[in-house]
């Protein structure tokens, strides 16, 4: 199964509807991706997890929602414009950049080539996205797209104490799109140039961030979410950033990690990133003791499109007869399928067609009357979709459907009076 395994899942994303290469009628732009009908149902999916884990359910985190252009002034505070770089080396014969500490690719590029390759002395190359605002072309204010999505949390703090009943510690949590210059995109949606992360950033006393306390804390939440979601436990690890690898605003760094057919890859990282964008910013807080303090920063920052990408690697299966997406239910792009056992049968498909109106108020849920059977079940096992539900013609005798379970291929005759009772239980 694993032989070409990247090349299936790539194949499988545009054939069934995942993710297509951006502007692809125009040549396609590199680093960019489109999420088709499946796909903008699984990334909604996972957004929705974990908003609803992160802020939902605690009483410490509240959202936000921040611009993607802001003033110059917070990159410039922020540290991004001084040490959001990459080092880039150029090749002397054709001229492609890459990132020089990239050896893995700098190597396989070697190898495609007959004669020894020169390179460029490493230069250092801002990831920053430049746009510019105005009506005027020679009048136009330089600003940049941001290339995380951490800042609107920071610039908003005062904004959330003042308008909320927060306390020390609490959380600022975010989902939005951030954008990166990346010199070389690749491994399909793993190295994007436009993505979209799910952040959290959890504000704690000072001496409580000299111990790992709430470090740890974070490390065992975010790695129990991705667990509890179905992605196998041997398959994910935290690395430990280094002392020569650490962003210039962590204190500690250790990534979540994922064993991709292309190797361990990270696509979350916790950091405490100590006092530095508070403190860069100018930004306090006072307690109800009235003790005045610059509030330390634990964070989570995933990737949503590596995560999506993970999930999808992670439950792909290939069994005898069929190919299966094992996604947990809570992200399946549809829950449940409904099927007339035979197309032209009115009265069959009229029964389906009811099924699927009432249920539709409560799930996503696919409507499929083409071919056989057995073809229509293959083809939900291939998308992820839990449950299959087949009306047949015992269904117009005593009210009671098929359904089917993707995972064992087992069936059960359920009554459609207790079908919405039914997927409540096998969907949680």
Same mark, same amino acid.
């Given at each position: 199964?694993?032989?070409?395994?990247?090349? =299936?899942?790539?194949?499988?994303?545009?054939?069934?509807? #995942?993710?297509?290469?951006?502007?692809?009628?125009?040549?396609?732009?590199?680093?960019?991706?489109?999420?088709?009908?499946?796909?903008?149902?699984?990334?909604?999916?996972?957004?929705?997890?974990?908003?609803?884990?992160?802020?939902?359910?605690?009483?410490?985190?509240?959202?936000?929602?921040?611009?993607?252009?802001?003033?110059?002034?917070?990159? /410039? =505070?922020?540290?991004?414009?001084?040490?959001?770089?990459?080092?880039?080396?150029?090749?002397?014969?054709?001229?492609?950049?890459?990132?020089?500490?990239?050896?893995?690719?700098?190597?396989?590029? %070697?190898? &495609?080539? =007959?004669?020894?390759?020169?390179?460029?002395?490493?230069?250092?190359?801002?990831?920053?996205?430049?746009?510019?605002?105005?009506?005027?072309?020679?009048?136009?204010?330089?600003?940049?797209?941001?290339?995380?999505?951490?800042?609107?949390?920071?610039?908003?703090?005062?904004?959330?104490?003042?308008?909320?009943?927060?306390?020390?510690? $609490?959380?600022?949590?975010?989902?939005?799109?951030?954008?990166?210059?990346? +010199?070389?995109? &690749?491994? #399909?949606?793993?190295?994007?140039?436009?993505? /979209?992360?799910?952040?959290?950033? *959890? $504000?704690?006393?000072? %001496?409580?961030?000299?111990?790992?306390?709430? #470090? %740890? *804390?974070?490390?065992?939440?975010?790695?129990?979410?991705?667990?509890?979601?179905? +992605?196998?436990?041997?398959?994910?690890?935290?690395?430990?950033?280094?002392?020569?690898?650490?962003?210039?605003?962590?204190?500690?760094?250790?990534?979540?990690?994922?064993?991709?057919?292309?190797?361990?890859?990270?696509?979350?990282?916790?950091?405490?990133?100590?006092?530095?964008?508070?403190?860069?910013?100018?930004?306090? *807080?006072?307690?109800?003791?009235?003790? =005045?303090? !610059?509030?330390?920063?634990?964070?989570?920052?995933?990737?949503?499109?590596?995560?999506?990408?993970?999930?999808?690697?992670?439950?792909?299966?290939?069994?005898?007869?069929?190919?299966?997406?094992?996604?947990?239910?809570?992200?399946?792009?549809?829950?449940?399928?409904?099927?007339?056992?035979?197309?032209?049968?009115?009265?069959?498909?009229?029964?389906?067609?009811? +099924? *699927?109106?009432?249920?539709?108020?409560?799930?996503?849920?696919?409507?499929?009357?083409? &071919?056989?059977?057995?073809?229509?079940?293959?083809?939900?096992?291939?998308?992820?979709?839990?449950?299959?539900?087949?009306?047949? #013609?015992?269904?117009?005798?005593?009210?009671?459907? !098929?359904?089917?379970?993707?995972?064992?291929?087992?069936? /059960?005759?359920?009554?459609?009076?207790?079908?919405?009772?039914?997927?409540?239980?096998?969907?949680?």
């Amino acid at each position: 199964m694993n032989d070409n395994l990247m090349d =299936k899942i790539v194949s499988l994303c545009k054939r069934r509807g #995942f993710i297509y290469p951006g502007s692809e009628i125009y040549g396609g732009l590199t680093g960019t991706w489109d999420y088709g009908p499946l796909g903008a149902l699984l990334k909604r999916n996972i957004k929705e997890e974990w908003w609803k884990y992160t802020v939902q359910l605690r009483s410490d985190v509240v959202g936000v929602d921040a611009a993607i252009m802001m003033n110059p002034t917070v990159w /410039e =505070k922020s540290g991004h414009l001084a040490a959001f770089t990459d080092p880039l080396v150029e090749c002397k014969k054709c001229h492609q950049r890459f990132r020089a500490d990239k050896q893995d690719e700098i190597k396989e590029h %070697e190898k &495609g080539h =007959k004669e020894k390759i020169e390179w460029t002395t490493p230069q250092k190359f801002n990831l920053l996205v430049k746009a510019y605002l105005g009506i005027i072309e020679d009048e136009q204010s330089e600003i940049f797209l941001r290339g995380e999505i951490t800042q609107g949390a920071f610039v908003n703090f005062e904004n959330v104490v003042s308008s909320t009943r927060v306390k020390i510690p $609490f959380g600022i949590a975010q989902i939005g799109k951030a954008f990166r210059n990346e +010199i070389t995109p &690749g491994n #399909f949606t793993f190295r994007s140039r436009e993505f /979209e992360q799910m952040e959290l950033e *959890y $504000f704690i006393k000072p %001496e409580e961030g000299e111990g790992n306390k709430w #470090f %740890e *804390y974070w490390k065992e939440q975010r790695m129990s979410w991705y667990a509890s979601l179905g +992605i196998k436990k041997e398959k994910l690890r935290f690395r430990k950033h280094r002392d020569d690898e650490r962003a210039h605003y962590a204190r500690m760094a250790e990534d979540i990690e994922y064993e991709a057919p292309f190797g361990w890859s990270e696509f979350e990282g916790i950091h405490n990133r100590g006092d530095w964008d508070l403190s860069r910013h100018n930004l306090s *807080y006072i307690d109800d003791e009235g003790k =005045k303090f !610059t509030p330390w920063v634990i964070e989570t920052s995933g990737g949503i499109d590596r995560a999506l990408l993970f999930f999808l690697i992670d439950a792909y299966q290939e069994e005898e007869k069929r190919v299966v997406l094992k996604l947990h239910p809570k992200l399946a792009p549809y829950k449940v399928a409904v099927f007339p056992l035979l197309a032209n049968k009115e009265n069959l498909v009229k029964e389906a067609k009811a +099924i *699927y109106e009432g249920l539709k108020k409560d799930m996503m849920i696919a409507w499929d009357d083409r &071919g056989n059977i057995g073809k229509r079940y293959f083809s939900q096992d291939e998308i992820g979709t839990p449950f299959c539900i087949t009306v047949d #013609f015992q269904s117009l005798e005593d009210k009671t459907v !098929t359904v089917r379970d993707r995972d064992t291929a087992k069936q /059960e005759r359920v009554e459609i009076r207790k079908l919405r009772e039914y997927f409540e239980e096998k969907l949680k």
